[in-house]
């Protein structure tokens, strides 16, 4: 079985799919619509300079996200 | 007439009523260069009525020269809002504002750099059946990043026409407008297939609002679509709200999903994200480069842990180099001006108050204000020029944690960066924040960033606190500093103070899109500038002009006798009445009435503290040489003998200025910035109130300890 991490817990550079998703909350119907949706791979770009937010990149652009939220999603490190 | 079922009439069904555009797409594809691209200088900008989304209409014209009415819509990346500008969208496009009629037509913008994501509010937007014409932009750009798009292949799909188009290049536009003036277009033939365990509830919604909310059977479908992935929507004022009975049905059905554990929001947008992959696979057909972008590159730096704070600073401070060598110029040539104006009503009418109240009053008040528009200007052509090239979302991805130490999001940075120049253009900037509580924050403790208009005051006070004619330049700027950490410490404490209280909400969300850098286009960003700077005129201009009168009638009556000097005919008016009758308030904090006139005065504008001083004191002095105006204030004595400017007074005045809400322009614009008297007031109110209370502390403990 295939180990899932938290998105925050991603290395900078790795790339993932995301695999789990908090079904209600306005940040996360948001960023399903933004395209974050499971089955999408993302990828870690960097955090920024203080730590947090993050980085990803999905669906050839660029999105920020606070920790906070990334921590709700689980994803499954393509290795 | 009988017309296919998917043909629609023409714009208007056929009448000679100009046809309305609505033109709508994600943040950051280009959509208001190709506005302006359509509209050139026909633009009018306003506020839907109740909230303070901007409201931009334009004509275009077809090939024939026929007018075509433009509405620019708000950016969204979804009609299910999560923002004030997200909702207007929503709203004008179900017909759900009253104030604005539903479109005829809609003009979609996409970035084809971006096709999958910007395809899901067009997807979105297709439910409405209405017609549309759907414009991919960014070509130049897709074809470098090496994406070729079959745009045919789409056209086929969604049977509606598409464009590619360069809105940068103008490139595009002549065939957009050719699609403009069809007279008819037709409706989307794009199915896709709702989720099952919901379809059932959408046809309830879409019967229930039918027959009650009185919308037409495809626009309910899309609203009833809509409504399931529209959780916690924001609502604003000036849209219709839905009749109990469809409110009803919809809290029954997500009451029984959430018994069940149905995820209907995510298999809603699961389904159009699956019909747009479909799409998106057979018109993209993207070629192998895929190594780091230009963008990358420069993120690579310009976020990076180290380099990112300097490129940050150094943005910044070519920032403010620029606002303030820059601006000196027409500074002065605005200032020679408004005097040359002046002496010439001067001598053209006769001696008398009409005459003192155009030259002192209109004159000479308008033209303190004026005097800043070169400087508010360059703000907003600097601030115009990071959001165009992207750079202003990086700032904020940097500023981020540092904000949220209050609350708020890294949004509220280059606004309150802003106002360390001006606070009119730093509120104005306001908008680009979503959430409308993190907004009115921001608007809040914007004006305790010590702007420009300060300096003056700071500047006469320091010299009037070190002894001798020359400030040690250290002395100087380490007494500024001082002040510009104050009213800084003092924004960021309150900003977490009413994020605690009275503005409590969520902690705001971060999810923002960095978008590629691009070269902007200067005409654009100059045209931004100008449309700023004319609606601070039109807001502010006419509470300028009136305050200036009432100030100058304030101190221009009553009358002394003839032989007065100018400090005597200020004693005995109005204004230096009522310093006398603020001279109790105030002399806790040190200040006498005469300070107190100047109190009064300034709040046209800080810096007219120094000049009214100059009038207090008789004395001749300029901006440059405050030296007479310096020997004569500290000349002045309280009726008992003491020394009125003292040290310790000197501080407590300018710890008075850091806070206090002295500026008729800010006030102005937060009352256009936030709808209404309430939150101005409240602003002047708790600033003031507050400048008034740390005066007052600073003071006493200073004589206290023997100052
Ligand atoms: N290369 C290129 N840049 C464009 C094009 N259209 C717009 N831009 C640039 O993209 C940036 C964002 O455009 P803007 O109209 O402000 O986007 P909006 O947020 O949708 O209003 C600006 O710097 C534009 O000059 C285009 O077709 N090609
Ligand atoms: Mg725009």
Request: proline content about 6%.
């Amino acid at each position: 079985m295939a180990v899932l991490l938290k998105l925050s817990e991603l290395a900078v550079g790795a790339s993932a799919t995301i695999r789990e998703f908090p079904k209600t909350g306005p940040a996360f119907v948001r960023l399903r619509e933004m395209g974050l949706l499971a089955g999408t791979p993302v990828t870690l770009v960097r955090t920024a300079p203080m730590g947090d937010p993050i980085e990803i990149k999905l669906r050839g652009y660029h999105l920020t996200l606070r920790k906070s939220e990334a921590e709700h999603v689980l994803v499954e490190s393509a290795s | 007439m009988a017309l296919p079922p998917h043909i629609s009439a023409g714009p208007a069904g056929g009448s000679s009523r100009t046809p309305v555009y609505a033109l709508v797409g994600n943040p950051n594809c280009g959509k208001s260069t190709l506005f302006n691209a359509l509209t050139g200088l026909k633009q009018k900008v306003g506020n839907y009525p109740g909230v303070t989304v901007e409201k931009k209409v334009g004509t275009a014209y077809s090939q024939h020269g026929q007018p075509m009415t433009v509405i620019d819509l708000p950016g969204a990346y979804s009609l299910a809002a999560r923002s004030p500008d997200e909702a207007v969208t929503r709203d004008v496009l179900l017909g759900r504002r009253s104030d604005t009629a539903q479109p005829d037509r809609i003009l979609c913008i996409v970035d084809a750099t971006n096709l999958e994501r910007n395809l899901y509010l067009v997807h979105q937007i297709l439910d409405l059946g209405r017609p549309v014409i759907l414009v991919v932009n960014m070509m130049d750009l897709a074809a470098q990043a090496g994406l070729s798009l079959r745009l045919s292949q789409l056209e086929n799909q969604l049977g509606i026409p598409v464009i590619p188009c360069e809105a940068a290049n103008g490139r595009g536009i002549i065939e957009l407008r050719l699609a403009m003036s069809r007279p008819d277009l037709p409706l989307s033939r794009h199915a896709w297939a709702v989720p099952a365990p919901i379809a059932p509830a959408i046809a309830e919604i879409q019967a229930s609002l039918i027959s009650h909310d009185h919308k037409g059977p495809l626009i309910a479908r899309a609203e009833a679509l809509l409504l399931l992935t529209d959780q916690d929507s924001v609502r604003v004022a000036g849209s219709t709200p839905l009749h109990p009975r469809t409110a009803e049905i919809l809290r029954t059905w997500e009451k029984r999903w959430n018994d069940e554990g149905t995820d209907w929001a995510g298999s809603l947008v699961n389904s159009r994200y699956d019909a747009i992959g479909r799409l998106a696979a057979e018109v993209v057909l993207q070629s192998g480069t895929s190594g780091p972008t230009t963008s990358d590159k420069i993120d690579a730096v310009a976020t990076h842990p180290l380099w990112g704070w300097l490129v940050l600073g150094a943005v910044m401070l070519l920032l403010f180099l620029s606002i303030f060598t820059l601006a000196e110029y027409p500074m002065n040539w605005i200032d020679a001006h408004v005097a040359a104006l002046a002496n010439a009503v001067k001598g053209a009418m006769a001696p008398g108050d009409l005459r003192d109240l155009i030259t002192d009053g209109a004159i000479a008040g308008v033209g303190g204000v004026i005097i800043f528009l070169p400087q508010i200007l360059i703000l907003f052509f600097f601030i115009g020029l990071l959001e165009s090239t992207g750079y202003m979302a990086r700032a904020a991805f940097i500023m981020d944690r540092l904000m949220s130490r209050v609350g708020l999001n890294g949004k509220s940075f280059i606004p309150l960066l802003s106002s360390y120049a001006c606070a009119i253009p730093g509120i104005m900037a306001t908008r680009t924040i979503e959430d409308s509580k993190d907004r009115l924050v921001t608007i809040l403790v914007a004006p305790l960033m010590s702007c420009s208009a300060r300096l003056p005051v700071y500047l006469l006070m320091i010299a009037a606190l070190v002894p001798g004619d020359r400030v040690p330049l250290l002395t100087k700027v380490g007494i500024m500093l001082l002040m510009y950490a104050l009213g800084t410490v003092g924004a960021f404490g309150f900003a977490w103070l009413f994020k605690r209280t009275l503005l409590k909400g969520a902690p705001p969300l971060m999810i923002m899109e960095l978008p590629p850098y691009r070269l902007p286009r200067l005409r654009d960003v100059a045209l931004h500038m100008i449309e700023r700077a004319w609606i601070f005129l039109r807001r502010a201009g006419t509470v300028i002009l009136g305050i200036s009168i009432v100030l100058w009638f304030l101190t221009a009556y009553p009358k002394a006798p003839a032989d007065a000097t100018p400090a005597q005919q200020l004693a005995q008016s109005f204004a230096g009445r009522a310093g006398h009758l603020l001279e109790p308030a105030i002399k806790p904090l040190g200040f006498d009435w005469q300070i107190g006139i100047g109190l009064i005065t300034s709040f046209a504008a800080r810096e007219v503290f120094v000049s009214t001083m100059g009038v207090v004191f008789n004395t001749e002095s300029s901006d440059k040489d405050t030296t007479p105006l310096r020997k004569a204030m500290l000349a002045a004595r309280w009726p008992d003998g003491r020394m009125l400017f003292t040290p310790l007074t000197c501080i407590t005045l300018m710890i008075f200025y850091v806070f206090a809400m002295q500026c008729m322009s800010t006030i102005a614009v937060v009352k256009r910035e936030t709808n209404g008297w309430k939150w101005p007031i409240f602003q002047t109110a708790y600033m003031t109130g507050t400048a008034w209370i740390l005066s007052l502390v600073v003071y006493q403990a200073g004589r206290g300890l023997g100052f």
